[in-house]
T-cell receptor, first 115, second 111 residues
Framework: DTEVTQTPKHLVMGMTNKKSLKCEQHMGHRAMYWYKQKAKKPPELMFV???????INESVPSRFSPECPNSSLLNLHLHALQPEDSALYLC??????????????FGPGTRLTVL | EDQVTQSPEALRLQEGESSSLNCSYT??????LFWYRQDPGKGPEFLFTLYSAGEEKEKERLKATLTKKESFLHITAPKPEDSATYLC????????????WGAGTKLIIKP
């Protein structure tokens, strides 16, 4: 099973709302990622969790708050977003450092629209 | 500076017309080069990993090759369902996680 699942598929929120994106993988991977992708651009790394600890925060604004409850789950909490945060949010996972292959497997994404 | 350049930006082919996509890279020690396919509004789908010059991987109508400076994704006798954006990314030796992405090549196969 090489599947990463994400919910919801689509999300529309106002600038004062609080919402969460969810991601799950059952491949036994120990690294999980959040990416943001704008139209006609490659994915842009936001956060990396390795062995359930935050390893990388690419200077992401605090209105985005990641959480890794366990090795299979990854959440992204959203609060007071701006219209320019509208994008496709992608979750990915990989085996983790020192575990062999480094390829990242992506979920289908959540299309986020901020009004 | 580490960077990845993909060419062409877009490629239109007739069904059955074979061609190649290019990914040129500059990186301080290559850990791996990755090819992905992305359909509109979907997440990237992993295709291949290449680790060292001379390596080749194949899957159906796709074949990826690697030299010390570039990778090619050869597509043989493409079908309309091969239409997608193809993304190339590299991982440097000193990185456990970060990928350096190319801008992608949009491939359109006309029936």
């Amino acid at each position: 099973d090489t599947e990463v699942t994400q919910t919801p598929k689509h999300l529309v929120m106002g600038m004062t709302n609080k919402k969460s994106l969810k991601c799950e993988q059952h491949m036994g991977h120990r690294a999980m990622y959040w990416y943001k992708q704008k139209a006609k651009k490659p994915p842009e790394l936001m956060f990396v969790y390795s062995y359930e600890k935050l390893s990388i925060n690419e200077s992401v604004p605090s209105r985005f708050s990641p959480e890794c409850p366990n090795s299979s789950l990854l959440n992204l909490h959203l609060h007071a977003l701006q219209p320019e945060d509208s994008a496709l949010y992608l979750c990915a996972s990989s085996q983790g450092p020192g575990q062999g292959n480094n390829e990242q497997f992506f979920g289908p994404g959540t299309r986020l629209t901020v009004l | 500076e580490d960077q990845v350049t993909q060419s062409p930006e877009a490629l239109r082919l007739q069904e059955g017309e074979s061609s190649s996509l290019n990914c040129s890279y500059t990186v301080s020690g290559l850990r791996g080069l990755f090819w992905y396919r992305q359909d509109p509004g979907k997440g990237p789908e992993f295709l291949f990993t290449l680790y060292s010059a001379g390596e080749e991987k194949e899957k159906e109508r796709l074949k990826a090759t690697l030299t010390k400076k570039e990778s090619f994704l050869h597509i043989t006798a493409p079908k309309p369902e091969d239409s997608a954006t193809y993304l190339c990314a590299v991982q440097a030796h000193d990185s456990n996680y970060q990928l350096i992405w190319g801008a992608g090549t949009k491939l359109i196969i006309k029936p």
